[in-house]
């Protein structure tokens, strides 16, 4: 089986990489660990991602891509290149044909770097679909009918927000306040209250066993450790869901402003569309316990967890890779 097209899910978290007919092969996070001594990549993926916080000075494990755009053009392109490689396997006879994912505000720069890292890494063309977009086909969105459909994809880097109908999107929001910067409200909240430093991978246990968006007390308390600021020493407190509520509460309401901006600039018709659908979440941030229910109450819209919301963006390339001719009105640039 050769594989002529790929879709890729680039996202600032998890990388994930979809093939027609085979499904998602590839679900690694967005992370290339780099021996600075003689400039190798050493590790990308899974295996890098356990070197986090545990490098010594010669080795740096970074993650190339901020806020949903790449920061590190050499590291994307070198990480690019593997994903490519694992979805062909061993034999490489044809440049396979990419789909990738890009956030609603990216600009023509971003855009460039993006399709400049694929071919480089190896596509014989780069296809670039905005995130919403992605997003509801692969939720089951049906977006080329002349109905409002609302999607709120909240990633790692970026919370995108947007109205789509008849294949294109009407009104849209992105900010920059998603995944990871919950991982940093819940290690700074720690910190100012504790004294107590903790890693990403810690605070990001802490989002996923106990977190929730609403005080749940069934979510329980969790145990903790890291480093005493005042001491030097290790450490381990208990923390509460109801401490995890609060330390993420400015993070969510910047997500629940974003929602609302584009509910306001949504025309009529759509609006009564939206009222009488719902909206709903994908992404790994709608995995947050309960969600949904603080999007309702705040907005007064339905709102609901697609199925495997994990999956939506990088199913919605599969789709749209093997329809291009139904969704070429929602794809913008082709290199």
Request: aromatic residues 4%.
């Amino acid at each position: 089986m050769f594989v002529k097209k790929i879709g890729i899910d680039l996202g600032t978290a998890n990388t994930l990489v979809y093939v027609p007919k085979k499904g998602v092969i590839v679900n690694e996070p967005s992370v290339v660990a780099i021996s600075l001594t003689d400039n190798r990549v050493l590790a990308v993926g899974n295996e890098a991602k356990e070197m986090i916080g545990k490098t010594p000075d010669t080795i740096v494990a970074s993650r190339p891509l901020r806020d949903g755009v790449i920061a590190d053009y050499k590291v994307t392109q070198a990480m690019l290149s593997y994903f490519i490689s694992k979805a062909e396997g061993k034999f490489r006879i044809f440049r396979p044909e990419v789909m990738i994912s890009v956030p609603a505000g990216i600009t023509s720069t971003e855009r460039r770097a993006v399709i400049e890292a694929a071919i480089q890494s190896g596509a014989k063309a780069a296809y670039l679909v905005k995130e919403p977009v992605l997003a509801a086909i692969g939720a089951g969105i049906p977006i080329n009918s002349p109905v409002g459909n609302m999607i709120v994809d909240i990633g790692g880097g970026t919370s995108e927000v947007a109205i789509i109908s008849l294949g294109g999107i009407v009104a849209w929001s992105s900010v920059r306040v998603a995944g990871d910067k919950i991982d940093r409200a819940i290690a700074d909240y720690i910190k100012k209250k504790y004294n107590l430093a903790i890693g990403e991978r810690t605070s990001e246990e802490v989002k996923i066993q106990i977190g929730s968006a609403v005080p749940n007390p069934e979510r329980g308390n969790m145990e903790v450790k890291g480093r005493d600021l005042i001491e030097g020493l290790p450490k381990t407190i208990e923390i509460t869901n109801k401490e995890v509520v609060e330390a993420i509460g400015g993070e969510l309401r910047e997500i629940i402003k974003a929602i609302k901006a584009v509910l306001q600039e949504t025309p009529p018709e759509l609006s009564a569309d939206i009222m009488n659908r719902g909206m709903v979440l994908s992404g790994g941030g709608a995995l947050l316990n309960k969600i949904d229910e603080l999007v309702t109450k705040a907005t007064g819209v339905p709102c609901y967890v697609a199925d495997e919301p994990l999956l939506c963006v990088v199913k919605g390339t599969g789709i749209a890779l093997e329809n291009l001719e139904v969704y070429k009105r929602s794809i913008m640039s082709k290199k």
